[in-house]
T-cell receptor, first 117, second 112 residues
Framework: GAVVSQHPSRVICKSGTSVKIECRSLDFQATTMFWYRQFPKKSLMLMATSNEGSKATYEQGVEKDKFLINHASLTLSTLTVTSAHPEDSSFYIC?????????????FGSGTRLTVV | GQQVMQIPQYQHVQEGEDFTTYCNSSTTLSNIQWYKQRPGGHPVFLIQ?????EVKKQKRLTFQFGEAKKNSSLHITATQTTDVGTYFC????????????FGQGTTLQVKP
């Protein structure tokens, strides 16, 4: 089945540093990927839509200069949290669509738990 | 803006009892999807409903899509401890950008 690999699964970084999260579609090409943020016991909040070969589309209230998204190939999108602060600590998840939504839905990566200390 | 609301937020049941979560959209949806997220895990696609009044079953899980295509429900018969997790409904954004709008989720706890 469709697999989306997300790396790293956990990361701890110091305030002020940057962290890069990778999202790869392993057995299909994804022209569009989505990045979500999830707080404990909360729903998924869409941050941005990542489009291969073009600029990402950010949701209202999401700082594009802080959350840099690059979708350089059909199988890889990256999210870089720049100058991280403790309030950026969260669970970040990517997702992609493979083929017909009715068959596979949106396939999610395993998520990255970011802790900024 | 477009919203998808889900109730209840939490549900604790005894193993063997039934469970239902309800989903309501502020707009008519072309389809509705259901996902399950286990504790510490990521959302996993369960099913998509497309037709008005559609009912689909997956073993003990029954999914319904309302006639007006604005509401949906997930019913689990005779819950088991393996059913523990958060169930999300999600509908496509009316902006037709491929975005999904998620409900708040219903977290199910099952007491053995």
């Amino acid at each position: 089945g469709a697999v989306v690999s997300q790396h790293p699964s956990r990361v701890i970084c110091k305030s002020g540093t940057s962290v890069k999260i990778e999202c790869r579609s392993l057995d299909f090409q994804a022209t569009t990927m989505f990045w979500y943020r999830q707080f404990p016991k909360k729903s998924l909040m869409l941050m941005a839509t990542s489009n291969e070969g073009s600029k990402a589309t950010y949701e209202q209230g999401v700082e594009k200069d802080k959350f840099l998204i690059n979708h350089a190939s059909l199988t890889l999108s990256t999210l870089t949290v720049t100058s991280a602060h403790p309030e950026d600590s969260s669970f970040y998840i990517c997702s992609a669509i493979r083929g017909r939504v009715g068959n596979y839905g949106y396939t999610f990566g395993s998520g990255t738990r970011l802790t900024v200390v | 803006g477009q919203q998808v609301m889900q109730i209840p937020q939490y549900q604790h049941v005894q193993e063997g009892e039934d469970f239902t979560t309800y989903c309501n959209s502020s707009t008519t949806l072309s389809n509705i999807q259901w996902y399950k997220q286990r504790p510490g895990g990521h959302p996993v696609f369960l099913i998509q409903l497309v037709k008005s009044g559609e009912v689909k079953k997956q073993k003990r899980l029954t999914f319904q899509f309302g006639e007006a295509k604005k509401n949906s429900s997930l019913h689990i018969t005779a819950t088991q401890t393996t059913d523990v997790g958060t169930y999300f409904c999600a509908g496509p954004s009316s902006s037709n950008t491929g975005k999904l709008i998620f409900g708040q989720g219903t977290t199910l706890q099952v007491k053995p």
